[in-house]
């Protein structure tokens, strides 16, 4: 069984996640605040997170983190959101891109990895290059010292 251990939206303690944000301690003020926001919304439905946060006497993450959970639903609640680098409309929320610059910076990822393993091909060929001619002269040396070992008369032992 896999345990998904998160920390505490509210105190930052951290629990066995379940289906919660928050911890069982900080569940009560956790549903207190729903109700607050649902209070909110159900008077006034077109108002921004901002508004509805000030309005319930809870924070802005807080209303946030219930629209992120899917325990809210207000589309009025969030500014349109929109792309970081151009300004267009957002695919959504956390990514904050439009579909082209998404696709553009994949594209530059990509080409960066494929830029870095050319070059770690190059420094590989050149690594062996250096090591298949050091070993060529390390044989060259070894053979010349065997070849001069032969060359010489063995010494002459001494009989006592």
């Given at each position: ?28 003020d956790e549903d207190q605040d ?127």
């Amino acid at each position: 069984m896999l345990i998904d251990f998160a920390k505490c939206a509210r105190c930052g303690k951290t629990y066995d996640r379940i289906r919660s944000p928050v911890c069982a301690d900080c569940q009560p003020d956790e549903d207190q605040d729903f109700e607050e926001i649902r209070n909110v919304l159900s008077a006034n439905p077109d108002l921004k997170a901002q508004e509805v946060a000030e309005a319930a006497g809870v924070t802005v993450e807080c209303v946030l983190r219930m629209l992120d959970e899917g325990q809210i639903v207000s589309t009025s609640l969030l500014d349109p959101v929109t792309c970081g680098r151009c300004g267009a409309p957002a695919i959504s929320r956390t990514t904050r891109l439009c579909e082209r610059c998404l696709m553009e910076l994949n594209q530059k990822v990509m080409d960066s990895i494929n830029k870095m393993r050319k070059e770690l091909e190059a420094q590989k060929d050149v690594i062996f290059l250096r090591l298949s001619t050091a070993r060529a002269r390390a044989y060259k040396v070894r053979e010349t010292f065997a070849a001069k070992r032969r060359a010489q008369p063995p010494p002459m032992r001494r009989v006592r």
